[in-house]
């Protein structure tokens, strides 16, 4: 789907576990300037309903699992993270929706810019408004 696509980090797996290392811009297409974490959400909450004007992010589910749906003018995705060595790279002027959130699970996310309230869209009309002159 345009703006998004899933990329599959290092799992280093010895005996004594699992690690999986992330570096900015090398990793991950952008420059990590924010990290934030949603957590202890309960059946049955959805999150998101909203598109970003200029932010790219990485979402990785630490536990348990999330689903993510992806939308914008043309096309519509759901995704199921549920391995924390993936992660779904979601840019601009992608609508989301996160839902089926299962117990324990931890949501992370790596952002391209500190929070700005400026830079979100989150009335799906208006959202549609902007979002079709990007994708004709
Ligand atoms: C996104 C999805 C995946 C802050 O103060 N700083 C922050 O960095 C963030 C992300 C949020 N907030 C405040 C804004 C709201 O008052 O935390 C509150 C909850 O945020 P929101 O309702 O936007 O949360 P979600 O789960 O709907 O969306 C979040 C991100 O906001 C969003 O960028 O793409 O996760």
Same mark, same amino acid.
């Given at each position: 789907m345009?703006?998004?696509?899933?990329?599959?980090?290092?799992?280093?797996?010895d005996?004594y576990?699992?690690?999986?290392?992330?570096?900015?811009?090398?990793?991950i297409?952008?420059?990590?300037?924010r990290i934030?974490y949603?957590?202890g959400?309960?059946?049955?909450?959805?999150?998101?309903?909203?598109?970003?004007?200029?932010l790219h992010?990485?979402?990785?589910?630490?536990?348990?699992?999330?689903?993510?749906?992806?939308?914008?003018p043309n096309e %519509?995705?759901v995704t199921? @993270?549920n391995?924390? /060595?993936?992660?779904?790279?979601?840019g601009p &002027?992608v609508?989301?929706?996160? $839902?089926?959130f299962? %117990?324990?699970?931890?949501? @992370?996310v790596?952002a /391209?810019?500190?929070?700005?309230e400026?830079? &979100?869209?989150?009335?799906y009309d $208006?959202?549609?408004e %902007?979002?079709v002159?990007r994708?004709k």
């Amino acid at each position: 789907m345009y703006n998004c696509s899933l990329i599959k980090f290092k799992d280093i797996a010895d005996k004594y576990g699992h690690l999986t290392p992330i570096e900015s811009k090398i990793d991950i297409p952008f420059e990590i300037k924010r990290i934030y974490y949603i957590k202890g959400v309960e059946q049955g909450v959805k999150r998101g309903f909203h598109s970003h004007r200029k932010l790219h992010q990485v979402l990785i589910c630490l536990n348990s699992s999330v689903k993510i749906r992806t939308k914008n003018p043309n096309e %519509e995705a759901v995704t199921e @993270l549920n391995d924390p /060595s993936v992660g779904l790279y979601i840019g601009p &002027y992608v609508w989301r929706e996160m $839902f089926d959130f299962t %117990e324990g699970s931890v949501l @992370l996310v790596l952002a /391209s810019e500190y929070y700005s309230e400026d830079d &979100y869209i989150r009335n799906y009309d $208006f959202y549609l408004e %902007e979002a079709v002159k990007r994708y004709k």
